[in-house]
């Protein structure tokens, strides 16, 4: 019978792997195990030391670029094994030296002591959504960007466009008509315009793959109805999803809204009180969809055509949320633009209440486990 329990803190690498473990007891040993190879291969074979002596193995790493997939490969031979938040781990203040040897060794350490938080890990699949969408998410970026630096091009030019809406097809019509006084301004000027159209292009292959794809995932159910929401597309609820999980995890919508870092930070102190702006602890990229889809309720409650069309075949109680939700959020928009809060506060505001309307509707689909 495995009595004994080692906490195993591991610093990994792309390369390697800083392995220490701390013994049991608050007077236990902790010590240095040694470097390994940043592969499975090699921390198999710690592990089946480890596991021959019958100690009950636990293990901890942080959270980085490495991913998960140490954690899947230990979860998956029965052993525990948590990952944790870098901001999250306690430091020692004055402590000048850091090295691959020393993180580990604090690892175990806190491990042993109850000190660390383990951070959500999401399934295989989810992950696999999530880099869909993040995939997708660069490739708007990259488009964004391309298209400033050609617009900053033809200013430097003197060039501006005075018709109707950038980027429209008059637009692109336009900038392709544009003769510049020399040869390799010309060639600059068309480099920068199939960028801009390879750009735009990818982003479209990445929607069409994620609107082909999404059906399959099991928390489909929920993308489906946050979209009941107003401002609350197939990106935005996909991207929600991807990056939260179910949200039906978190016991309130409070918890929800300080995971994704939208609620005030504090600063108190005896009988002073002090909030200022959001943490911004959470996850950034749902804070800016959200943010995005906050900025519709500036206008007034209605249910356009497009709207009413997502809302079909989706439960009455979910719809009447939807309805509950704009009128609220609208009426709030109001109320703050009339106090003279500026824009940015504003639509923060907004989007801190517009994740917990979403709490409430993922709360009234069934779990699709259990469908």
Not at 142 to 153: G, I, P, T, V, Y
Not at 179 to 191: A, I
Not at 283 to 289: D, L
Not at 321 to 334: D, E, F, M, P, T
Request: proline share 4%; net charge positive.
């Amino acid at each position: 019978m495995k009595n004994h329990s080692i906490f195993i803190g591991m610093d990994v690498h792309k390369n390697s792997i800083d392995i220490a473990i701390a013994e049991q007891g608050r007077e236990g040993r902790v010590r240095h195990y040694g470097k390994i190879d940043g592969t499975l291969a090699a921390l198999d074979k710690v592990v089946r030391k480890l596991v021959s002596k019958g100690s009950q193995l636990h293990f901890v790493y942080e959270a980085g670029p490495c991913g998960y997939q140490i954690y899947r490969h230990l979860s998956a031979q029965g052993l525990d094994c948590a990952v944790v938040a870098p901001s999250r781990i306690p430091k020692q203040s004055g402590n000048q030296i850091k090295n691959d040897r020393r993180d580990a060794l604090m690892l175990a350490r806190s491990h042993r002591s109850g000190d660390l938080t383990a951070v959500y890990v999401p399934r295989a699949e989810d992950e696999a959504i999530r880099d869909l969408t993040r995939a997708r998410e660069d490739a708007k970026s990259d488009e964004r960007k391309s298209k400033q630096r050609l617009l900053a091009f033809l200013l430097r030019s003197g060039i501006r466009y005075t018709g109707g809406s950038p980027w429209s097809k008059a637009h692109m019509r336009w900038l392709s008509d544009i003769k510049m006084p020399h040869r390799s301004q010309q060639v600059v000027l068309q480099e920068y315009i199939d960028t801009v159209n390879q750009c735009k292009q990818r982003v479209e292959r990445l929607t069409e793959q994620l609107q082909q794809i999404l059906p399959e995932w099991q928390l489909f159910p929920i993308v489906q109805a946050l979209q009941s929401m107003r401002g609350v597309s197939t990106i935005v609820a996909a991207t929600t999803v991807a990056e939260v999980g179910d949200l039906k995890r978190f016991q309130t919508p409070s918890e929800l809204m300080s995971y994704l870092g939208l609620v005030p930070s504090e600063h108190s102190s005896g009988q002073k009180t002090k909030r200022g702006s959001i943490t911004k602890a959470g996850n950034g990229h749902v804070r800016r969809v959200l943010t995005e889809a906050a900025w519709s309720y500036h206008l007034p409650a209605r249910v356009s055509r497009a709207l009413l069309k997502r809302q079909e075949d989706l439960p009455e109680s979910v719809c009447e949320i939807a309805w509950k939700a704009q009128l609220r959020l609208c009426s709030r928009y109001r109320q703050l633009w009339h106090k003279g809060k500026a824009k940015q506060v504003i639509v923060t505001a907004i989007a801190r209440e517009l994740c917990g309307f979403m709490w409430a509707i993922a709360n009234e689909i069934e779990d699709p486990a259990n469908a």
